[in-house]
């Protein structure tokens, strides 16, 4: 990994993904996991503040940076319950099937750059009756919107860290064989239309 990438890039996101509106993302689907938690892309561990303590039993946070595992130490050791690394990126998770009660995945699919594999391995350790709650930004609806939003991908995935600015969220857990129960979406005030539009709720194995 490059010194850009695991140095200067972790702090970017911290910043970026830990504004207030995208907090308040966060925090209107975090708080609904239960049991053993694996969140994809934890990061620098914005979601454990949101987390209930009283419906959590653990959480793995799946996240290959080092850099992000850095500056999410204080998160960690302020969190009332266990968390463990997990140092692989999201299309390798190194848990057995039927294994966790919830995935957590916000402002992530955007990145990981084989994300029918990485939904393919949350679909297999996910248990029966269990929930994928996501919160992420993708494709806009209006085809203004889109239009820039192809435009500048190529340079905003360079710029941000293998970002996807154009992904159609919905169908991509859809197509990876889940089914979804809810889904809100909407542009994030205070953010750019291009990068705003979000897509919020959860899924269940079809």
Avoid at 30 to 41: C, F, I, K, M, T
Avoid at 167 to 186: H, M, N, T, V, Y
Wanted: glycine share 10%.
């Amino acid at each position: 990994m490059s010194f850009y990438a695991d140095t200067v890039m972790p702090h970017f996101i911290n910043l970026a993904c830990g504004n207030k509106a995208i907090a308040r993302q966060r925090q209107m689907v975090v708080p609904q996991a239960e049991g053993r938690v694996l969140e994809v892309g934890m990061g620098p561990g914005l979601n454990l503040p949101f987390y209930d303590p009283n419906k959590v039993e653990m959480v793995w946070g799946l996240e290959p940076c080092h850099g992000m595992r850095g500056i999410a130490e204080d998160r960690l050791r302020a969190a009332p319950f266990p968390v463990e690394w997990l140092d692989l990126p999201g299309e390798e998770i190194p848990l057995e099937d039927n294994s966790a009660d919830t995935i957590v995945l916000t402002y992530t699919l955007c990145t990981i750059p084989d994300w029918r594999v990485a939904l393919e391995g949350m679909r297999r350790v996910l248990k029966p009756g269990g929930k994928l709650l996501f919160c992420e930004h993708g494709r806009a609806p209006d085809a203004g919107v889109r239009r820039w939003q192809n435009r500048i991908n190529g340079a905003w995935k360079k710029m941000a860290g293998g970002c996807n600015i154009n992904r159609p969220i919905d169908q991509c857990i859809d197509s990876a064989g889940f089914k979804i129960g809810l889904l809100e979406s909407e542009y994030v005030r205070k953010t750019p239309r291009i990068v705003g539009y979000t897509y919020r709720g959860y899924a269940t194995l079809a």
